[in-house]
């Protein structure tokens, strides 16, 4: 087990947005929703890249993130967790090619058994640079066949149904996210917001990364994956 990282000091994140951010080419993150999505495991991720964007704006740089929305059933919209009605862009027969495609969690059995979500996943895999997993997202991943024996991680209430439906994944505990470069989970909820801003950090640059926690004012917990 991986000791977690503590979170820095906000007196440790950069005061003043940086200004010589490199240029770098726009990346397409595509978020699965679906009825009874965990709110903050996809809401929060499309707020660090949207933040991020802004940020990077502000510092003279074009958006480095472009984020789509793409939804099971007819693909305009689900009811998530606790009731709250979020649109979307697009259906999966829509979707463009994403260059990072992340799958929240929240209640997951059905759509894990969606055909068309985990044809999707399956077709969409070899043009990602990273395919990525919010809390019991990795339930969905694991069921599309993309984490056979990988080490991963998800909520720590869900660590033992993986480890039972599952049984080849090394299934971590105590880490916030573990990122295999072309595959990424990360643990529970608010975790999310972790795995999201250290795919800023490797897209986009560590001083974005910061930045972008800073303007969240989130204390990132950087380094608490493996």
Do not use: K
């Not at 967790?81 to 259906?91: K, N, P, S």
């Not at 058994?113 to 969905?140: H, I, K, M, N």
């Amino acid at each position: 087990m991986t000791t977690p990282v503590p979170p820095p000091s906000p007196h440790d994140l950069p005061h003043d947005l940086p200004r010589d951010l490199p240029p770098g080419r726009v990346r397409r993150i595509g978020v699965v929703l679906f009825d009874e999505v965990e709110v903050l495991d996809a809401c929060g991720p499309f707020e660090v890249f949207s933040v991020a964007n802004r940020v990077a704006e502000r510092a003279g740089r074009a958006a480095p993130f472009e984020v789509v929305l793409v939804a099971t059933g007819d693909g305009t919209g689900v009811r998530a967790r606790g009731g709250l009605r979020l649109g979307a862009d697009c259906g999966f027969a829509q979707a463009p090619p994403c260059e990072v495609v992340l799958v929240p969690g929240g209640v997951v059995d059905t759509v894990a058994a969606d055909p068309q979500l985990l044809e999707w996943l399956r077709r969409s895999r070899p043009g990602a640079e990273v395919v990525a997993s919010v809390c019991t997202g990795a339930f969905v991943l694991a069921a599309a066949g993309l984490l056979d024996g990988r080490a991963v991680t998800t909520h720590w209430e869900d660590l033992d149904a993986l480890r039972a439906a599952w049984p080849r994944l090394e299934v971590r505990e105590g880490v916030r996210f573990v990122d295999h470069g072309d595959l990424a989970t990360s643990a529970g909820i608010s975790a999310g917001l972790d795995l999201s801003l250290h795919l800023v950090q490797r897209l986009a640059g560590r001083e974005l990364a910061l930045a972008t926690a800073r303007q969240m004012d989130y204390a990132w917990r950087e380094g608490a994956g493996a």
